[in-house]
């Protein structure tokens, strides 16, 4: 069974450093190690006021969107099934 997390939007940026990844000035999510700039499963780089989702097992950014979130989720529990 996963467990999901909840994190205020307000505190995103203080908790975000737990999962490796910083803020970036222009306020990206950047991994902490590599530096590279973390993308969506579409390559997009989103700014922390866009991301809506977390992925699980990793930090997979998705999109504040409704439709793009449910999207995520629908692709993460057909992975998990097979």
Do not use: Q, W
């Amino acid at each position: 069974m996963s467990t999901e997390l909840v994190i205020d939007r307000n505190k995103l940026e203080s908790f975000l450093p737990v999962l490796g990844v910083e803020v970036t000035e222009e306020g990206y999510i950047r991994d902490i190690e590599s530096k590279e700039i973390c993308t969506s499963s579409e390559g997009e780089r989103l700014t922390i006021d866009e991301i809506g989702y977390l992925g699980h097992g990793s930090v997979e950014p998705v999109e504040d969107d409704f439709s793009a979130i449910v999207s995520h989720l629908s692709s993460r529990k057909i992975r998990e099934e097979r």
